[in-house]
């Protein structure tokens, strides 16, 4: 008797034929192509990465160009996706490429494996979509498909179960159309099967298959075992202005948004006083408070409450790198924590500023 991973393929595939979004990574199989699109998909919507993918292939068309690219250039193709790391481990990647293997993206598994910046997903999904080979891909969104489809009630944040899931669906690889599989499955994890909102059990091709629909308890599931606690850090970040020009720094070499441009930012929450001490000892010579605002950016663990001090300010000191507007909005690659402070437009155009 076929099992309910044997069963899964036929009415899944089908589906997917007919139902399939167009999305601008679907258009091949090239492996440089399906490699972006999956590194900026990681905790990105579909929607919002069409644009930074196009755009992003507009530049660095291939391979040997993303080995070549430069930092600003990679930090400003990436800036609102976040995780910079990302795109780093991109570049490092296409380093190993172009060195070890002559410019061709590698064909066996352990050699995309090893890769800086791919995991077990991302091998599986290149593996699998490129080079039709029976290497599941097994995300949050695969997860929660599979849990439901056995009415699983192992949590999906344990490994072990995720290790579980992947060997039974290598039963439903077995039987070809690999690349099609691993896609149908992403798309029916996004979308019928999605997060945030009921399953839309009355369109799904599985629907006759899955054992949470038929116990009524697909909205139970999946579950997780453990909950995310963050780190609260208090930041203040300083909006220095002298004439037309705003200070910015790069960020230290480790931690949170490494290496990337920043606004001068300093660890806890400065009375007035203290900013305006701080930013005197840094030689900027502080003329104007205009305000003071709070801003959230909240990171994988950590959440960084901000408080912004606008500042007009008498001097330009070499301790800051000073861009103008133009540069910052074209330029430059400012990390969303940061670029939120520059919607705050207002604050410097009532003073003629920008
Ligand atoms: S029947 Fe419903 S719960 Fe089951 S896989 Fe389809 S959409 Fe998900």
Partial sequence: METLYEKLPGPLLTWYREHARKLPWRVDQDPYHVWLSEVMLQQTRVEAV????????????????????????????????????????LQKAAKIIMENH????????????ALPGIGDYTAGAICSICFQMP????????????????????????????????????????QGNCGDLTQSLMELGATLCGPNRAPQCHMCPLESLCQAKALQCQEQLPVKSKKQTRKLEE????????????????????????GLWSYPIIDGHLTVQEALDWVEQAGCQPKELLKTVEKVHVFTHVQWNMQGIYLICGAR???FHWVT????????????????????QEVWTQRNFG
């Fill in 50 to 89: 069409k644009d930074y993918y196009i755009r992003f292939l507009e530049s660095i068309p291939g391979i040997s160009q993303l080995a070549q690219a430069s930092d600003d250039q990679l930090t400003k193709l990436w800036e609102g996706l976040g995780y910079y790391s990302r795109v780093r481990n």
């Fill in 102 to 113: 002559g410019g061709q993206f590698p064909r066996e598994y352990a050699q995309v494996r």
């Fill in 135 to 174: 290497t599941p891909a097994v995300d949050g969104n695969v997860l929660r498909v599979l849990s439901r489809l056995e009415a699983s009630f192992a949590p999906i944040d344990q490994p072990m179960t995720k290790k579980c899931m992947t060997e039974k669906l290598k039963c439903s690889y077995a």
């Fill in 235 to 258: 930041k203040t970040v300083f909006l220095l202005r002298n004439e037309q020009f705003l200070a910015i720094c790069k960020r230290p070499a480790t931690g949170l948004l490494a």
């Fill in 317 to 319: 000191p070499d301790a």
């Fill in 325 to 344: 507007d133009q540069q910052l909005q074209g330029e430059i690659g400012l990390p969303t924590a940061f670029r939120q402070f520059s919607e705050d």
